[in-house]
């Protein structure tokens, strides 16, 4: 079983920035894929930004050049900087991983971008 709680939503001004924490209760490295969802309000659940192989990352076509995905493994630890926010960005963001065919969700951060 693995836990995954995320923190560092909140409210942010467009164009500001956040960072996303994501801390597993295991090590993060039996975890594959692992990254970043979001979902916004009526609308689907989908992909952000994950790393998919060692070493690999793999980004959402909107969110190129704004947002970066991180790891401390010895921290158990993935983040996502998020810069250049826009009210698109607007969502609940659940933290994600993967290990031996089985799906494992953080509880989600509400990320508002407004004025």
């Known amino acids: 079983q693995v836990q995954l709680v995320e923190s560092g939503g909140g409210l942010v001004q467009p164009g500001g920035s956040l960072r996303l924490s994501c801390v597993a209760s295991?090590?993060?490295?039996?975890?594959?894929?692992m990254g970043w969802y979001r979902q916004a309000p009526g609308e689907q659940r989908e992909l952000v930004a994950a790393?998919?192989?060692?070493?690999?990352?793999k980004y959402a076509d909107f969110v190129k050049g704004r947002f970066t995905i991180t790891r401390d493994n010895a921290k158990n630890t993935v983040y996502l900087q998020m810069s250049s926010l826009k009210p698109d960005d607007t969502a609940v963001y659940y933290c994600?991983?993967?290990?031996?065919?089985?799906?494992?969700w953080g509880q989600g951060t509400q990320v508002t971008v407004s004025s």
């Open positions: 295991g090590s993060i490295l039996s975890l594959n894929p």
């Open positions: 994600y991983g993967a290990r031996y065919g089985r799906d494992y």
């Open positions: 790393f998919i192989a060692t070493g690999s990352t």
